[in-house]
C-alpha cells in the first residue's frame, strides 16, 4: 500500500534525529579534507515569533547551505540573533518590565520554530549580540578604534527622537521622522562618539569594482550613499569682517557667474553673521525651523525660501561682492555647509534667484544654440557649452576647463582641486540602555580614559528604571556610572549611552568562526579557515546600513592585522519581500500572515516550498496571490509533495529488477543537470517545477509498467534541500538508506543521457526567420545548409536574388545573405 504523505508525524521526529546526530556541525579539523563553505543568513531581531519574510530569507539561505554539502563541501551555517536594540526597551516601558528576560523569551521562540522549520544550522555556534560574552569584543573593538583615531568625540548637531528619547543616526530617519515610531524628529547639539568611516570612504569605492557578485541595485545605493564628487574648495571672504569661508563645488568653471551665497541655516556663522548685518530678527524663525525640522540628503527643501543676512561675500576670481543668505535648501552635512550660488547653472540656485530678486548671469553658452540671456531665462542650464564672462577662460570648453580652473585656483592661492564625500562619520553614541555600553570613564583630571580590557564587559546592571523620563535609565542610575578613574583612581563617571546597535552586526559574522574564544574577539586561524563568507543572504532594506558597517569593519581589521582580506562577503543574495495584497504587511493594515500555524497545519516543508516556488527569490512574494480567496484551500506543493510520497514507494515496490524507461531515464538525468544549474543561478523556483515535471513522468512510466529506481533516488536527493523532513523520510525509510540524505553526494549525470538526441534549426534569410526545423544534434554543416536551402520557405524569401553569403552555426542557425 502506498504510504501517506503525513507531515505531523514525520517532521517532528526528524527533528529530533536530527538534533541527537548533531547533524549540522561544521568540522574544524584541520585536516578534514572537504572544501569549505560558510553559508551565512543575516541574523534576524528577536522581537517576537518567526514572520513571513523569515520563512522566505531563511528557507532560501537553507537550500544553499544543504546544497553545498551535498556537493562534497564542509559547510558552516549558524545562527544567531541582534538582539540589542530600541524594540526590547520600548516593550519594557511598556511593560514596566526589565528588556533581558523579553529578548531571551523570543529568541527561545525564534530558535524552537527555526528548529520546527528545519533550518540546519550548527547550533553549537549560536550567539546573541546581548549575550555579554559577545559585547565585551564589542567593547573591546571599539577601545581598538579608539587607539586608532578611528572612535572619537565631538558636539555634534544630531537627530533627536523625543519619543525614543534617543539619538538617530541620519539613515534612520524617513521624511523628517523616526523609522521606529514614526515620531517627528528634532535637532539637538550633543556631544557624541562617532566611528571614523570617511576615512575609509575611497576605499569603499575602489572594492566595489570586484564584487561583481552582488545586485547591481546594492552597489548602486552604496555608490550613491558614499556620494564621491570631484570639485574644488574654493575660499570666500566676508565683507564686513575679512573672515575666510570654504565652500566646495563641484562645477568651478561656473565661479563667475555667482550672484550671491547661502549657509546652511545650521551653520555656526549664521547667528554672528546675521547680528552683525542686523537681520537677526527675521533670520531667528529659520533658526527655530533647524531646531524642528530634520533632512538628510536627499531629502528636498523649499529651493525659494531664505533670509538675506546683511552681510556680503567676495568672490576670489573676480572681487565682486555678493549678497549672503541662509536658506534651508543647503545642508550642513554636505560639502562645508556653504554654497556658491549660480542661478544661471543650478535650477535650485536659479528658483532661489526669481524668488529673491538676484540676478541670473550665464558663464556657459550652449553651443549651436540661441545665446543664454539671463534676464529671459526660463530656467537653468546645467549643461555643457563654452565659457563666456569669465574673465582669462573665455573661451574654454565644459567640463574640459573644469580641471583648468582648479588648476588655476591653486596656482592663484584661492582654491584647490579636490574629492568631497556625501558618506559622514558613523554617529555612535545612542540614549538608550538596552545596548552595548561605550567603554569610556570620563575623569576630570585624566579626561577620556579607557576602561582596561581586562575588565571588559562594562556589564549592563540587572536594576534598571525603565520608566519614561529623565534621560535613559543608565544616565538616571544612581550607582552604576560612578567608578573610580582607572588612570588615577580619583572619582570618575562612566560613559551613560550606548552604542549603535548596528556595530553589533558588523562583526557577528566573525565570532561564528571561534565561538566560546576567549582570546579574543576571534581566532584568526579560524577566520582564515571559514572567510570570506562563501554566499550572503538577505534583504536589500540592509544595502547601505548594515553592508557598508561591515565592510568598513573588515577593512578596519585588516589595517590592524587581524584579517587577510577586505571584503566580508564577496557573494550576495538578495531575497524579495513577502506583502499582502501588494501593499508591505503590518499590525496597522491589519493583513499579517503568520508561518508558524501554516507550518503546524501542512508542514514545514511545505511552507518552504511555496515561499521557494512561489517565484524568482529576488523578487517579491503577494500572499494573497498565493493564497487565493480561501485560506483554508490545501497548496499545491503540499498535493506534490502526496504524489512525490507515491512515486517513490511504487517505484520501490516495483523493485529495481523492474525495467527503467530510457524516456525517464534521460529525463532524469536531464533533470539532474538543469536543476544543478538552476541551484547554482538560485533559481529555486524552476528547480522546484523541473521536479514536479519529474514527478509526472514517473507516474505515467509507473502506470505503464515500467520501473523507476534510478529516478526516484534522484529525485529525492534533488528533493532534499526543498523539503528537507519529506526527502529524509523517503531516504531512509523508504529506500532503506542507513545515513541521512543530507549526507549523501548529490546525484550526478551521464552525459550521453542528457546529449539531446534532435534540436531545432532556424533558418534566416537576410536575418529574418523564414523557417525551423528539426535536425540531428550532431548535423553536419553541409547537411544543415542543404536542409536550409531545400527550405520552401526560405527559397520564396529568396526569390530571384543571389545568395552572397552562407553563415552556418551548426546545429542551431543557417542564415542566408542575399546581394
Not at 528576560?101 to 528548529?115: D, G, L, V
Not at 579574543?520 to 540592509?542: A, I, K, L, N, S
Not at 529516478?711 to 523539503?723: G, I, M, S, T, W
Request: charged residues 25%.
Amino acid at each position: 500500500m502506498t504510504r501517506r504523505y503525513d507531515a505531523s508525524e514525520i517532521e517532528p521526529r526528524w527533528q529530533r534525529v536530527w538534533a541527537d546526530e548533531d547533524l549540522y556541525r561544521a568540522s574544524d579539523d584541520p585536516d578534514d579534507p572537504r572544501p569549505r563553505f560558510y553559508a551565512l543568513d543575516m541574523f534576524p531581531y528577536p522581537s517576537g515569533d518567526l514572520h513571513m519574510g523569515h520563512a522566505e530569507a531563511f528557507s532560501g539561505g537553507d537550500v544553499i547551505a544543504r546544497y553545498r554539502t551535498m556537493r562534497g563541501f564542509n559547510v558552516l551555517h549558524p545562527i544567531g540573533w541582534d538582539a540589542f536594540g530600541l524594540p526590547a526597551e520600548n516593550a519594557a516601558i511598556k511593560r514596566g518590565a526589565e528588556p533581558r528576560a523579553w529578548t531571551y523569551q523570543n529568541i527561545e521562540q525564534q530558535a524552537a520554530s527555526f528548529r520546527r522549520m528545519g533550518m540546519s544550522f550548527d547550533w553549537s555556534r549560536r550567539l546573541a549580540t546581548c549575550d555579554p560574552e559577545y559585547y565585551r569584543w564589542t567593547q573591546w573593538l571599539f577601545l581598538r578604534f579608539f587607539e586608532k583615531g578611528l572612535a572619537y568625540r565631538k558636539s555634534a548637531p544630531v537627530n533627536w527622537c523625543p519619543q525614543d528619547q534617543t539619538v538617530l543616526a541620519n539613515e534612520q530617519v524617513i521624511q523628517g521622522a523616526c523609522e521606529r515610531c514614526g515620531t517627528m524628529v528634532e535637532r539637538r547639539e550633543l556631544t557624541q562618539w562617532f566611528y571614523k568611516i570617511t576615512e575609509y570612504a575611497q576605499r569603499l569605492l575602489d572594492d566595489m569594482d570586484d564584487m561583481v557578485e552582488w545586485p547591481e541595485r546594492v552597489l548602486t545605493m552604496q555608490r550613491n550613499w558614499i556620494g564621491r564628487s570631484e570639485g574644488a574648495r574654493v575660499t570666500f571672504t566676508i565683507a564686513e569682517t575679512g573672515e575666510e569661508i570654504e565652500i566646495f563645488t563641484t562645477r568651478p568653471d561656473t565661479l563667475w557667474g555667482v550672484t550671491f551665497f547661502v549657509f546652511s541655516i545650521e551653520h555656526p556663522a549664521v547667528r554672528r553673521l546675521a547680528e552683525l548685518g542686523g537681520t537677526l530678527d527675521q533670520v531667528e524663525p529659520l533658526l527655530d525651523q533647524a531646531r524642528t525640522t530634520v533632512r538628510t540628503y536627499g531629502q528636498e527643501a523649499d529651493t525659494k525660501h531664505g533670509v538675506f543676512l546683511g552681510v556680503h561675500a567676495v568672490n576670489p576670481v573676480n572681487g565682486e561682492q555678493v549678497p549672503i543668505y541662509a536658506a534651508p535648501y543647503v545642508l550642513m552635512e554636505y560639502g562645508t555647509g556653504a554654497i556658491m550660488a549660480v542661478p544661471a547653472h543650478d535650477e535650485r540656485d536659479f528658483a532661489f534667484a526669481r524668488q529673491h530678486g538676484v540676478p541670473v548671469r550665464p558663464v556657459i553658452q550652449p553651443e549651436d544654440a540661441e545665446p543664454l540671456d539671463g534676464d529671459s531665462m526660463a530656467e537653468a542650464y546645467p549643461g555643457e557649452g563654452v565659457m563666456v564672462n569669465s574673465g582669462p577662460f573665455d573661451g574654454h570648453r565644459t567640463p574640459a576647463s573644469i580641471e583648468e580652473v582648479a588648476a588655476w585656483l591653486e596656482q592663484e592661492g584661492r582654491g584647490r582641486a579636490t574629492v568631497n564625500f556625501r558618506i559622514r562619520d558613523w554617529l555612535q553614541s545612542r540614549q538608550r540602555s538596552w545596548g552595548a555600553p561605550i567603554p569610556i570613564v570620563y575623569c576630570p583630571t585624566c579626561g577620556d580614559v579607557a576602561v582596561p580590557d581586562e575588565d571588559l564587559p562594562v556589564e549592563l546592571p540587572d536594576d534598571l528604571d525603565f520608566s519614561l523620563g529623565g534621560g535613559s535609565p543608565l544616565a538616571r542610575h544612581p550607582t552604576w556610572k560612578h567608578v573610580p578613574c582607572p588612570t588615577c583612581g580619583g572619582e570618575a563617571e562612566r560613559d551613560t549611552d550606548t552604542m549603535d546597535t548596528f556595530v553589533d552586526s558588523s562583526w557577528y559574522f566573525f565570532r561564528y568562526c571561534s565561538p566560546g574564544y576567549e582570546g579574543g574577539p576571534f581566532r584568526p586561524e579560524d577566520v582564515e579557515r571559514w572567510m570570506p563568507v562563501g554566499q550572503y543572504t538577505g534583504g536589500v532594506e540592509h544595502a547601505i546600513l548594515h553592508l557598508l558597517y561591515s565592510r568598513f569593519f573588515t577593512k578596519v581589521l585588516y589595517d590592524m592585522g587581524m584579517v587577510s582580506f577586505t571584503e566580508p562577503f564577496p557573494k550576495l543574495m538578495n531575497q524579495g519581500q513577502v506583502i499582502f495584497d501588494g501593499a508591505s504587511m503590518s499590525k496597522s493594515k491589519g493583513n499579517i500572515v503568520e508561518p508558524m500555524p501554516l507550518v503546524e497545519r501542512w508542514g514545514a516543508d511545505t511552507m518552504r516550498l511555496i515561499m521557494l516556488f512561489a517565484g524568482p527569490f529576488e523578487d517579491d512574494i503577494d500572499w494573497k496571490l498565493i493564497a487565493g480567496e480561501d485560506p483554508n484551500r490545501r497548496p499545491g506543493v503540499h498535493s506534490w509533495l502526496g504524489r512525490v510520497f507515491g512515486v517513490v514507494d511504487d517505484a520501490v515496490e516495483r523493485g529495481a529488477a523492474a525495467d527503467e524507461p530510457d524516456a525517464l531515464m534521460r529525463l532524469t538525468h536531464r533533470t539532474i543537470q538543469a536543476v544543478t544549474d538552476d541551484m547554482e543561478r538560485f533559481r529555486f523556483n524552476t528547480a522546484i517545477s523541473k521536479l514536479q515535471v519529474l514527478t509526472n513522468e514517473m507516474r505515467a512510466a509507473l502506470d505503464a509498467g515500467g520501473g523507476g529506481m534510478g529516478a526516484a533516488r534522484a529525485l529525492v536527493q534533488l528533493l532534499a534541500p526543498f523539503a528537507p523532513f519529506a526527502a529524509e523520510e523517503l531516504w531512509r525509510e523508504v529506500l532503506g538508506e542507513a545515513s541521512s540524505v543530507h549526507l549523501s553526494s548529490w546525484p550526478t549525470f551521464a552525459p550521453d543521457l542528457v546529449a539531446e538526441e534532435t534540436v531545432t534549426m532556424v533558418v534566416q534569410v537576410d536575418g529574418k526567420l523564414r523557417d525551423k526545423i528539426e535536425v540531428p544534434v550532431d548535423i553536419g554543416e553541409g547537411a544543415a545548409l542543404e536542409l536550409a536551402r531545400a527550405s520552401e520557405n526560405a527559397r520564396h524569401a529568396i526569390g530571384g536574388r543571389e545568395v552572397v553569403k552562407q553563415i552556418v552555426r551548426v546545429p542551431r542557425l543557417v542564415n542566408l545573405v542575399t546581394r
